[in-house]
C-alpha cells in the first residue's frame, strides 16, 4: 500500500528565500486574542469615506463590471496624472506614463520584476516596509541592506554605505518617503543626492510614496511631502509606486498605481494581463471620485492624525527608557526602547501582558532592532488606553 501522507513532490526550493512576515506573527496570535488593542497595522480605523463609498455602488449600477484595460480605465488614469500636477506641477502623459495596480503592493511587485533579473541586487534603504525586499526576493534577485544613519532628532540616508554596498550587479536602489515605520520625509536635498546616485551608478531609482498626503511639517504650504517626480526628468529612471490606502481609508479596496518611463510602464501593463488582468473596474471609478472630490477628507484625515501624532510624541517622551526620532509623515511612531535586543519577543510578551499589539522593529530589517512600531492612526479610544499600557509595560519590562 503506499503511503500518501507525506508529499513526495516538493514545494519550489526558491520558496525558501521568503521569508514571512513578523508583523503578520504578531497580528495572528491577537486575531485569536478578546480585547486586543491593536495599533500593529498600518491603517486608520476611519470608514472609507462616505463619497467614495456611494461612487462604488453608482459605478455598478452604471455597469462598471466588465473588463478594463489592463493599464486601467483611462479616466483614472487621467485623474492621476491631474492629481500629480496639482500636486507637485509635473506634467504627465496619463497614457503611458501611469499605470493602475490592485494595491501598492502590487505595484511594488509589477515595478521590482521590470527592472531585476535573478542574481541582481537591490539596495535597500533600512528600516523599512519589509516587503519591498522580499518581494526583490521572490524574483530571484539579492536585497541589500543598508540602514539610514542618524542626524540629531532625524534620519538621513548614509551615503558612503551606499557607495560601499555597490556592486556590478547592483541594479535597483529602492527608499520610502514619508517613510513606514520611520516617518522619515526625505528633504529635497537628500532626494536631489538619491537621485544623483542613482544616476552616477546606472540604477533604477524607487520611490515608494504612499504616506505622501499624511505629512505634518508645521510651515508647509503645499499640502503633501516633496516628490521625486519635481527633480527628476521623464528619460530618469526613476520609478513612483502610490496607493488609495492611507490618504483615502482605502486598505481593504486594494488600489493603486505606478508612475514611472514609458517603457517600464509600457512592459509592467502587459505583465499586469498575467499578475491581476486589472484592477476591479467598479473600485477604480471610485478611486476616481477619491482624487477629484476627496480633498475636504484628506484634510481631515491629515488634521486628525496631526492631533494624534503629538499626543502620542508627549505620552512616549514620559518613559526614561524610550528615545523617540522625530516623525516628519506617514502615521508611524518607532521608538527605540533601552535594553530590548530582540523586538519580536518584546512584542510578544507585550501581547500577552497588556493585550497591546505592536510590530516589533526586527521586522524592518537593518537598523530596526530594538524599536518597536506604533501606528498612531487608531480612534482616541484605542490610543489612549494602549499607550498607557505600553508605557507601563516598558517601566516595568
Not at 505620552?315 to 519580536?344: C, H, M, N, Q, W
Request: glycine share 6%; net charge negative.
Amino acid at each position: 500500500m503506499v503511503d500518501h501522507s507525506t508529499p513526495s513532490i516538493a514545494l519550489a526550493s526558491t520558496l525558501a528565500a521568503i521569508q514571512p512576515s513578523r508583523i503578520r506573527e504578531v497580528a495572528d496570535v491577537a486575531f485569536g486574542m478578546e480585547g486586543v488593542l491593536k495599533l500593529h497595522f498600518g491603517e486608520s480605523n476611519l470608514p472609507t469615506p462616505r463619497i467614495i463609498q456611494e461612487a462604488l455602488t453608482q459605478a455598478v449600477a452604471d455597469g462598471y463590471t466588465y473588463y478594463s484595460e489592463n493599464g486601467g480605465l483611462p479616466s483614472l488614469r487621467a485623474a492621476i496624472a491631474d492629481k500629480v500636477k496639482e500636486l507637485h506641477q509635473v506634467s504627465l502623459d496619463p497614457q503611458q506614463e501611469v499605470l493602475v495596480t490592485q494595491s501598492g503592493v502590487q505595484a511594488l511587485n509589477v515595478s521590482i520584476r521590470c527592472t531585476l533579473n535573478p542574481g541582481d541586487e537591490a539596495l535597500v534603504l533600512t528600516p523599512n516596509w519589509p516587503n519591498g525586499a522580499e518581494i526583490v526576493k521572490l524574483y530571484g534577485a539579492v536585497p541589500v541592506e543598508v540602514p539610514y544613519a542618524r542626524a540629531g532628532d532625524r534620519f538621513t540616508p548614509d551615503f558612503d554605505a551606499l557607495e560601499a554596498a555597490v556592486t556590478p550587479r547592483t541594479r535597483l536602489l529602492l527608499y520610502t518617503s514619508p517613510s513606514n515605520p520611520l516617518g522619515w520625509v526625505a528633504t529635497v536635498a537628500e532626494q536631489q543626492a538619491l537621485l544623483d546616485f542613482a544616476r552616477r551608478h546606472g540604477l533604477w531609482l524607487l520611490a515608494d510614496e504612499v504616506y505622501e498626503r499624511l505629512y505634518y511639517e508645521s510651515n508647509q504650504q503645499s499640502r503633501v511631502a516633496p516628490s521625486i517626480l519635481r527633480l527628476c526628468s521623464r528619460d530618469d529612471a526613476v520609478i513612483v509606486v502610490q496607493s488609495f490606502s492611507k490618504s483615502y481609508c482605502m486598505t481593504g479596496w486594494r488600489l493603486g498605481w505606478v508612475v514611472a518611463r514609458r517603457d517600464l510602464v509600457q512592459k509592467a501593463t502587459q505583465l499586469n494581463e498575467f499578475v491581476i488582468s486589472h484592477a476591479a473596474s467598479m473600485i477604480q471609478r471610485a478611486g476616481e471620485v477619491a482624487l477629484r472630490q476627496g480633498e475636504d477628507e484628506v484634510a481631515a484625515l491629515v488634521e486628525q492624525l496631526h492631533e494624534r501624532r503629538a499626543f502620542a510624541a508627549t505620552a512616549l517622551s514620559s518613559v526614561a527608557r524610550i528615545s523617540l526620532p522625530k516623525p516628519e509623515g506617514a502615521f508611524y511612531l518607532f521608538p527605540a526602547v533601552a535594553g530590548i535586543t530582540d523586538s519580536f519577543e518584546f512584542c510578544m510578551d507585550l501581547l500577552k501582558a497588556e493585550k497591546v499589539a505592536l510590530a516589533p522593529g526586527s521586522a524592518f530589517g537593518a537598523g530596526g532592532e530594538g524599536s518597536v512600531r506604533l501606528c498612531f492612526a487608531s480612534d482616541m479610544s484605542v490610543l489612549e488606553p494602549a499607550l498607557e499600557r505600553f508605557c507601563r509595560f516598558v517601566e516595568g519590562y
